[in-house]
C-alpha cells in the first residue's frame, strides 16, 4: 500500500516511551500497522549490476537497547503458596527476583486457567476474547466460544512482528478444542498466535510422566526414559533455545513464555523432592494459615492488622479430622509443595541461560505465581484419580490411604483436598474458580529487570490485573499498541500499563475498575471497593441461587480490608447497589452477559452448541498410524450404545500389542490381542478393569475383530453388556459394571495400532511397548 511506502518518521509518543523505560529509540518506523511494510521497491534500466548501488537493507529490528521478556506463569498456586509472598512454600527463584526487583501485592487474575492465559497474552478481558471459560466447556455464546478473535492479537505475534524471536514452552491451554486435531485449523495453535517454536501440551492439564506433547504442530514420542518427567523436560528445551538464539542473533531480543503444568493437578513430582517436606504439614491447614499471615505481615506484603478470612463453611476445622485424614492430607501437602518447589527449581534453571549468554541486566522478568488461585476440585478429601472429580465419583479415604506412598508418582494422577486449597491462598477465604474472592483471582507477581528497575526488594501495592501484563511490556520495550495486525483492525487495549509504578510506589493506581465473572460467580472492583457474590463453590454440582437472584451479594472496603474479611452491606446498601449496577454495566460492556452458570453439561458441546467436527455423524473409519486424537475431536462413545470392528492382519504367532485405545491408566478402553489373543478392557478409573478375552489366538493372515457394547441407558455413567466376535462368531462376553459419563483423560488420546501415553492395559503396555505386531488397514468405530 503506497501510504505505507517508505515511512521516515518520528513517533514522538514512542521516543518518549522509549526513554522512559530505558530502551532507545533508533530511525523511526511506523510500527502501529504490522507487519512493518517493506519501503517501495526501486526499478532499474541500467543493464549492468556493477554500476548499481544497491538499496538499504531492510529489516525489521525491534528497537534498540530493548530487553529480553521472560513471562513466567505458574498453575494453581494462589497468593499464600510461595515463600516471596509469606507462604511456606520454598520458592528461591522467586525470592531472587524479588530481592533484585518489585513484588505486586494487588494483581489480580481472573480465577481460572483458559480465561487468565488468553487475558493475559492479549491485554483485552477474557470475555472480550470470547474464553468466559476453559476451552473445553465452550459454548456457542459470544464471549464464551473459546475461539480468540484475530481482532484481538496476542503479544507474541506483536513482538514477533518487532523483531523478536518468540518461544513458548509448557501448558497452553487456549486452542478452541474442537481445533486440538492433525485436521486444524491451526489458526489459534501456538505458532500461529505470534510464537517461532511450541514445546508442551496443548489442554488444561497432562502427565507430568506421560506427557502428551507438541513440538510446533508435530506430536512428540517420548523417550524411553524411566526417570522422564515434563517440567525438566521443557527446562532443557527452553535453555537450548535461549542459548542456540543467542549464539546466532545476540543482538535480537527474546520474548519467551515459559509456563508449566505445575502445580495443576495431576501432582507429579520425582520422589527425592518429596521427601524434603516429611512433616512440614502436620499442623494443618488452620494452623498454616495462622503462621502464613503472622510472616505476611512481618514481610510487609499485606498490611498490620490484616485478619484471616473465614473459610467455606463446607471444609472442616483441622482439629476435628480423624487420625488417618489427618495422615493423608498431610502428605497430599507435602506432595503440592514438593511440586511447587521442584518447579521454581527448574524456573531458576532457565533463567540461568540469560546470565550464561551475558543478558540477564537485560532482561525483564514477569513471574507470576498461579493463573488464579489453588485449586479446591479436590473436594474434602482429594483424590488419588483427578478424573474422578471429572465423573461424579467419590473416593474414600480409606482406598487413597492404601497408595499413600505412590502418591505424586506415575501411579497416581492426584489432587489434594480442598482445604489446602484456602491455606495456601491465605489470608483469603476461597480459591480457584472463584473470581468473587481474592482467594480466586489475587496472585502474587514478581517484576524485575535489572538495568530499568533501580528500586530493590520493594512491594508495590497499586491494583493490577492480568490484561494490563501486555501494555506493561509493550511500553516497556518502546513498542506502540498496533493498531493493525496481519490486516484486521485491532479492538482497543484494555489493560493498563503499570510502568509507572516501577519508580513509584506511592503513585495512585490507574486501573480503577474491573469486573469479575466465572461460571456466576462475580464481583466488582472500583476505586477501592469490591462487590461480590458467591454463585456456587468448586465442590457444589449445582449453583446456590438463579443468576437473577442478588439476595447473596456483599461488600467490601478493601482500601482497609485487604483479605475481604468485613461484609459493609447491610451497613451501606447505597454503596452496595451503587457497584451492582456497575457490574451488569461493565458485564454488558465486556461480553459478559447473559452469564452461564453450567459446569459438567458443558463437557458435552451438543448440550452447548459449540463447533463439534464429529457432529451428526455416528461412526468414523481409521487405520494404522492415526494417533494423537484428543477428546473432543473424536466419537463420543460415552453414554450410549457402540461397536468397534477392526480388520488386522498377523503372522503366525496371532499379534501382539493394541488394535485402537482410548484413554490410558486413569481411565479408558481398549480393543487388543495379547500373545495372539484378541480381547477387551474397560478400564473404569483406573479402580476396576473388566475384560472379555477370547478363549484362544487369532489364526495367521486376516481377521475381523468387532466388540459390541449394548448400554443399560436410564442415565449416564451405566453399564452394559459386551460381547467380542472374531470373523462374526461370538468368541467372548460380560458385563461391565459401570462406564465413565464425562470424561476418560483430558491428555491421553485415541489411537490405532499404540497406547500412546500410559496404558489402558498395563500388561500390554504403552508407547513402543503397545505396539501392534500386525496389520490394521481399516478400523471402524459406531455409536447408537
Known amino acids: 500500500m503506497t501510504r505505507r511506502t517508505n515511512v521516515y518518521r518520528t513517533l514522538a509518543p514512542a521516543v518518549a516511551s522509549l526513554c522512559a523505560t530505558g530502551a532507545v529509540a533508533q530511525t523511526a518506523i511506523d510500527r502501529s500497522e504490522l507487519p512493518i511494510a517493506e519501503p517501495k521497491r526501486p526499478k532499474y534500466t541500467e543493464v549492468d549490476a556493477r554500476n548499481v548501488k544497491s538499496p538499504a537493507l531492510f529489516e525489521v529490528k525491534a528497537p534498540q537497547a530493548a530487553p529480553n521478556v521472560v513471562i513466567i506463569l505458574l498453575d494453581d498456586i494462589g497468593f499464600g503458596g510461595p515463600s516471596t509472598f509469606g507462604g511456606p512454600i520454598n520458592m528461591p527463584a522467586l525470592d531472587r527476583l524479588a530481592e533484585s526487583g518489585l513484588r505486586y501485592n494487588n494483581f489480580h487474575t481472573t480465577a481460572l486457567s483458559s480465561p487468565t492465559r488468553a487475558a493475559l497474552k492479549t491485554g483485552r478481558n477474557h ?166 499471615l503472622a510472616r505476611q505481615i512481618q514481610m510487609g506484603v499485606v498490611p498490620p492488622g490484616t485478619r484471616l478470612a473465614p473459610k467455606p463453611s463446607a471444609l472442616k476445622d483441622w482439629d476435628t479430622l480423624s487420625a488417618d485424614e489427618k495422615r493423608l492430607f498431610a502428605h497430599q501437602a507435602e506432595v503440592f509443595a514438593a511440586y511447587a518447589e521442584y518447579a521454581d527449581h527448574e524456573i531458576g534453571r532457565m533463567l540461568k541461560a540469560f546470565e550464561d549468554v551475558g543478558q540477564a541486566d537485560n532482561t525483564m522478568v514477569v513471574y507470576i505465581a498461579g493463573d488464579n488461585g489453588t485449586s479446591g476440585e479436590g473436594g474434602q478429601s482429594g483424590m488419588f484419580n483427578e478424573y474422578t472429580y471429572f465423573n461424579g465419583v467419590q473416593e474414600t479415604v480409606p482406598d487413597m490411604l492404601k497408595k499413600i506412598d505412590q502418591w505424586g508418582g506415575p501411579e497416581t494422577y492426584p489432587h489434594m483436598s480442598a482445604g489446602w486449597a484456602v491455606a495456601f491462598d491465605s489470608p483469603f477465604g476461597w480459591m480457584k474458580q472463584v473470581p468473587s474472592d481474592f ?97 456456587r463453590a468448586p465442590w457444589e454440582a449445582k449453583p446456590r441461587r438463579a443468576l437473577s437472584d442478588n439476595s447473596a451479594w456483599e461488600l467490601y472496603d478493601v482500601r482497609t480490608d485487604f483479605s475481604l474479611a468485613n461484609d459493609l452491606a447491610a451497613k451501606n446498601p447505597k454503596k452496595l447497589a451503587e457497584m451492582q449496577k456497575l457490574y451488569l454495566k461493565e458485564a454488558a460492556k465486556y461480553s459478559v452477559l447473559p452469564m452461564d452458570d453450567r459446569l459438567f453439561e458443558r463437557l458435552n458441546g451438543e448440550t452447548v452448541g459449540r463447533p463439534d467436527i464429529m457432529r451428526g455423524r455416528k461412526s468414523i473409519t481409521l487405520s494404522e498410524g492415526m494417533t494423537g486424537m484428543m477428546e473432543g475431536v473424536f466419537l463420543n462413545v460415552k453414554n450410549r450404545s457402540s461397536v468397534i470392528t477392526a480388520d488386522v492382519e498377523v503372522d503366525a504367532s496371532g499379534g501382539n500389542g493394541t488394535v485402537f485405545a482410548q484413554g490410558g491408566r ?41 466388540f459390541q457394547f449394548d448400554y443399560d441407558g436410564g442415565g449416564q455413567g451405566k453399564g452394559g453388556q459386551g460381547a467380542l466376535f472374531v470373523n462374526g462368531e461370538k468368541v467372548a462376553e460380560g458385563r461391565i459394571p459401570a462406564t465413565e459419563a464425562g470424561l476418560f483423560s483430558a491428555d491421553e488420546t485415541a489411537d490405532v495400532g499404540v497406547d500412546l501415553g500410559t496404558a489402558v492395559v498395563e500388561s500390554v503396555g504403552a508407547e513402543h511397548k503397545s505396539r501392534f505386531t500386525g496389520r490394521i488397514p481399516k478400523l471402524t468405530i459406531e455409536v447408537k
Request: hydrophobic letters at 35%; a positive charge; aromatic letters at 14%.
Open 666 to 706: 486413569f481411565g479408558g478402553w481398549s480393543l487388543y490381542v495379547k500373545d495372539g489373543v484378541p480381547a477387551y478392557d474397560y478400564n473404569f478409573l483406573g479402580m476396576q478393569h473388566t475384560s472379555i478375552k477370547a478363549p484362544k489366538k487369532l489364526a495367521a493372515g486376516k481377521s475381523t475383530l468387532r
Open 439 to 535: 482467594g480466586g483471582t489475587r496472585n502474587g507477581m514478581v517484576v524485575s529487570w535489572p538495568k530499568r528497575i533501580t528500586t530493590r526488594n520493594e512491594v508495590r501495592t497499586q491494583f493490577s490485573h492480568v490484561i494490563d501484563v501486555v501494555p506493561t511490556v509493550l511500553e516497556a520495550t518502546g513498542l506502540p499498541v498496533p493498531k493493525s495486525v496481519n490486516g484486521v483492525k485491532q479492538i482497543p487495549m484494555e489493560g493498563t500499563s503499570f510502568v509507572y509504578s516501577f519508580d513509584a510506589p506511592k503513585a495512585k493506581e490507574r486501573h480503577t475498575t474491573q469486573y469479575f465473572e466465572v461460571a456466576g460467580n462475580r464481583a466488582i472492583y472500583h476505586d477501592g471497593w469490591f462487590a461480590r457474590t458467591i454463585h
Open 127 to 292: 470475555h472480550s476474547v470470547n474464553m468466559g471459560f476453559i476451552t473445553e466447556m465452550a459454548t456457542s455464546l459470544p464471549g464464551a466460544t473459546g475461539q480468540v478473535p484475530s481482532n484481538a492479537a496476542p503479544l507474541a505475534e506483536v513482538l514477533r512482528l518487532n523483531g523478536y524471536s518468540t518461544a513458548a514452552f509448557g501448558k497452553w491451554h487456549e486452542t478452541a478444542a474442537w481445533e486440538t486435531s492433525i485436521a486444524g485449523p491451526f489458526d489459534r495453535w501456538p505458532t500461529r498466535q505470534g510464537f517461532d517454536k511450541f514445546y508442551g501440551f496443548l489442554g488444561g492439564e497432562t502427565n507430568q510422566w506421560a506427557p502428551y506433547l507438541y513440538d510446533g504442530t508435530a506430536q512428540v514420542e517420548l523417550p524411553n526414559d524411566p526417570n522422564y518427567h515434563f517440567m525438566s523436560d521443557m527446562t532443557d528445551r527452553a535453555v537450548a533455545w535461549i542459548k542456540h538464539q543467542k549464539a546466532l542473533a545476540p543482538d535480537r531480543p527474546s520474548f519467551v513464555y515459559f509456563a508449566p503444568g505445575a502445580t495443576h493437578a495431576p501432582h507429579h513430582v520425582p520422589k527425592e523432592w518429596i521427601e524434603r517436606w516429611k512433616g512440614k504439614f502436620d499442623q494443618g491447614w488452620d494452623k498454616i494459615r495462622e503462621e502464613t
